[in-house]
T-cell receptor, first 113, second 111 residues
Framework: DAGITQSPRYKITETGRQVTLMCHQTWSHSYMFWYRQDLGHGLRLIYYSAAADITDKGEVPDGYVVSRSKTENFPLTLESATRSQTSVYFC????????????FGPGTRLLVL | AQSVAQPEDQVNVAEGNPLTVKCTYSVSGNPYLFWYVQYPNRGLQFLLKYITGDNLVKGSYGFEAEFNKSQTSFHLKKPSALVSDSALYFCAVRYAGKSTFGDGTTLTVKP
């Protein structure tokens, strides 16, 4: 099916473990984004990518790593998970340019114990 | 730096009444402004955007928004609310390639 998908949808992990959240889009959009959503903070940008092999930090990048070897995939890795990284993570994509709409995935709920 | 404020955490309206969800922004240049809606356990869905031109923008599901440059506002409106409009609404400003979202406003429409 076309669109933007995220996996897993739910994840429970322990402090200190490495976790990778996957994001896949079928539109060949050039831009992809990772946000976290927390109560009282709205959405905060973690990282974004303008094209394959081009990534840049957002508002809250510490503790996260991204890569973009293919246009359609944009995985987000928590190298050593902390409780403060318990959140809902959303991936989004857009067709580039400042005026383009972002399309969001369904989200991944991550609980770090 | 750019910022977005949604001054109301919660808006309650009766079905059939008009609704307004407020948004103000701060950015150094000309902004691109967006409204998104989020239903429970779902990602954000695009409603409408202002790029340039007419200050009144019409979007999905009967929503519209008015851009007011002097008041730096971009309030979301609908003439007649539906119970199914109940959701979390986010305003966003995009400038210099980055998007900044407000904290969201929960809209509850009561029958």
């Amino acid at each position: 099916d076309a669109g933007i998908t995220q996996s897993p949808r739910y994840k429970i992990t322990e402090t200190g473990r490495q976790v990778t959240l996957m994001c896949h889009q079928t539109w060949s959009h050039s831009y992809m984004f990772w946000y976290r959503q927390d109560l009282g903070h709205g959405l905060r940008l973690i990282y974004y990518s303008a094209a394959a092999d081009i990534t840049d930090k957002g508002e809250v990048p510490d503790g996260y790593v991204v890569s973009r070897s293919k246009t359609e995939n944009f995985p987000l890795t928590l190298e050593s998970a902390t409780r403060s990284q318990t959140s809902v993570y959303f991936c989004a994509s857009s067709d580039g340019g400042a005026i383009e709409t972002q399309y969001f995935g369904p989200g991944t709920r991550l609980l770090v114990l | 730096a750019q910022s977005v404020a949604q001054p109301e955490d919660q808006v309650n309206v009766a079905e059939g009444n008009p609704l307004t969800v407020k948004c103000t922004y701060s950015v150094s240049g000309n902004p691109y402004l967006f409204w998104y809606v989020q239903y429970p356990n779902r990602g954000l869905q695009f409603l409408l955007k202002y790029i340039t031109g007419d200050n009144l923008v019409k979007g999905s599901y009967g929503f519209e928004a008015e851009f007011n440059k002097s008041q730096t506002s971009f309030h979301l409106k609908k003439p007649s609310a539906l119970v199914s409009d109940s959701a979390l609404y986010f305003c966003a400003v995009r400038y210099a390639g980055k998007s900044t979202f407000g904290d969201g406003t929960t809209l509850t429409v009561k029958p």
